[in-house]
């Protein structure tokens, strides 16, 4: 079974530029999450998806967004990069486990996209 | 508001000694509760998770944690340090409420020495 993927795993960009990082998730996984990595302020979450729809976001400025496909593969997009914007940006997805008593489905993390601004 | 902390952000050990990494969270519903570790350049992987099913409880690769309500502690331990343990070990919590957010602790990086 393949994990999750995410593209590009490295990449470098300059102040003002936009950057567009795609995850595909394991397959049958509807819920995508995505969440930004930092030595300064650790693992925040950024937001998640489900059936293409938002469901929770994070405390990260507007530049920040996302979107979900019918087929679950998410992408997020930053806009107007800033010299803070360097990071891991690690995908999750899970099973939806909504209207469960468990809340037991674990999150499956991709290997990152670590994106560099200069 | 629920946070995760984990009192260490370094832990050294000799290779055969017990791990011990802290994770102390604050919940206002009952928690779940997450350890994932992480190796350079790759993402979490998750080592063990506790849902209310037992207070211990045994994860991959001899990693356990036991949930201690009344300290409000998920501590990480194992018996015998090995070299491939040299990792970054995260803490989470996930509140029932929480749908897919995990809230993450500052992480703990493992050296272990020969």
């Known amino acids: 079974k393949a994990g999750v993927t995410q593209t590009p795993r490295y990449l470098i960009k300059t102040r003002g530029q936009q950057v567009t990082l795609s995850c595909s998730p394991i397959?049958?996984?509807?819920?995508v999450s995505w969440y930004q990595q930092t030595p300064g302020q650790g693992l925040q979450f950024l937001f998640e998806y489900f059936s293409e729809t938002q469901r929770n976001k994070g405390n990260f400025p507007g530049r920040f967004s996302g979107r979900q496909f019918s087929n679950s593969r998410s992408e997020m997009n930053v806009s107007t990069l800033e010299l803070g914007d360097s990071a891991l940006y690690l995908c999750?997805?899970?099973?939806?486990?909504?209207?469960?008593?468990?809340?037991?489905?674990?999150?499956?993390f991709g290997a990152g996209s670590r994106l560099t601004v200069l | 508001a629920q946070s995760v902390t984990q009192l260490g952000s370094h832990v050294s050990v000799s290779e055969g000694a017990l791990v011990l990494l802290r994770c102390n969270y604050s919940s206002s519903v009952p928690p779940y509760l997450f350890w994932y570790v992480q190796y350079p350049n790759q993402g979490l992987q998750l080592l063990l998770k506790?849902?209310?099913?037992?207070?211990l409880v045994k994860g991959i690769n001899d990693f356990e944690a036991e949930f201690k309500k009344s300290e409000t502690s998920f501590h990480l331990t194992k018996p015998s340090a090995h070299m491939s343990d040299a990792a970054e070990y995260f803490c989470a919590l996930r509140g029932i409420q929480g749908a897919q957010k995990l809230v993450f602790g500052q992480g703990t990086r493992l050296t272990i020495n020969p």
């Open positions: 999750a997805s899970s099973l939806d486990d909504r209207g469960t008593v468990s809340g037991a489905n674990v999150l499956t």
């Open positions: 397959s049958g996984h509807r819920s």
């Open positions: 506790y849902t209310s099913a037992a207070t």
